[in-house]
């Protein structure tokens, strides 16, 4: 069963291959290095799986006001600090940064530079949404 956020379909669901490939990726780093040494894995699945919903919950608010998605992070940012005046803005638990986003056709994808904390590496994970009244078929990647 895929969840529905407000009536943006979350496709993105942290399948048990995701979890192996992070488990991989922190056993390939050193102790010391800060995004692995002081994260909680499973913690910070948990609040990337949470912030992005929030975040798509967001963006299907502002679709439904304007007819269109945030065109880029800084838009998607400042959206976020509009229609959620007083909310932290969403932050990446790897890399202390913001979220990656890109709007894609009949949707978009949120992601987190995984558990190296370097983004557009091999263990990044991508969080794929669509709108509800799209026919485009998104998936999750890494």
Request: charged share 25%; net charge negative.
């Amino acid at each position: 069963m895929i969840p529905v956020v407000g009536s943006a379909v979350f496709v993105a669901a942290l399948v048990p291959r995701f979890q192996e490939a992070i488990e991989n990726a922190q056993s390939l780093h050193d102790a010391s290095s800060p995004a692995v040494a002081t994260v909680d894995i499973d913690a910070a699945l948990s609040q990337i799986e949470t912030d992005t919903a929030r975040l798509a919950s967001m963006v299907e608010e502002y679709h439904e006001e304007t007819g269109a998605i945030p065109p880029d992070a800084k838009e998607l940012y400042a959206a976020w600090q509009s229609l959620r005046s007083g909310e932290e803005d969403p932050i990446d638990p790897f890399d202390a940064a913001q979220y990656g986003y890109y709007p894609t056709d009949g949707g978009f994808i949120f992601w987190s530079s995984g558990p190296d904390g370097e983004p557009q590496t091999d263990d990044d994970i991508q969080m794929s949404f669509r709108l509800a009244e799209s026919s485009s078929t998104d998936d999750v990647q890494r």
